[in-house]
């Protein structure tokens, strides 16, 4: 019972990634070649969202889920590894035409090709552990 609000977030979130087309490859591809801006308003709508509840935790001392304070800890800013973490995810986003945060949405659909993705991310989260000390962060 205590994991139902998970799967009901989960499953409110694949209606909207689904209702927003934020999981159609063709609308993917029309944003990376710059044909139109309906990626880029769902971007930068969930941009905007996730800044006023970042304000909103941090003003009104909300806590997690198991009831403790929610903190935010300084990380130094290192452009380096935005540069290329940003060029990697992007390159994988463009290549597999898939939105990485709707991917289980499109597993919903039927589209089981998309696992291959999936266990392509999962991996790649793998290596970086592996080679995480010697990347910059």
């Known amino acids: 019972m205590r994991l139902l609000k998970y799967l009901l977030t989960g499953i409110l979130f694949g209606i909207v990634m689904t209702k927003s087309e934020a999981i159609s490859w063709f609308r993917i591809q029309e944003m990376f070649r710059f044909q139109s801006f309906h990626m880029y ?18 003003r009104g001392g909300l806590k997690n889920s198991n009831g403790e304070a929610i903190q935010f800890a300084d990380k130094p800013k290192t452009y380096m590894a935005s540069l290329l973490g940003g060029t990697l995810f992007g390159l994988g986003w ?26 392509s991310a999962l ?15």
């Open 41 to 58: 308003g769902i971007i930068g709508v969930a941009v905007v969202a996730g800044v006023l509840m970042h304000l909103w935790i941090k």
């Open 94 to 119: 463009a290549m597999t035409g898939a939105c990485p945060g709707p991917l289980y949405t499109l597993v919903g659909h039927g589209y089981w090709i998309i696992l291959v993705v999936i266990a």
């Open 123 to 137: 991996f790649g989260t793998f290596v970086y552990g592996l080679l995480r000390s010697k990347l910059p962060h």
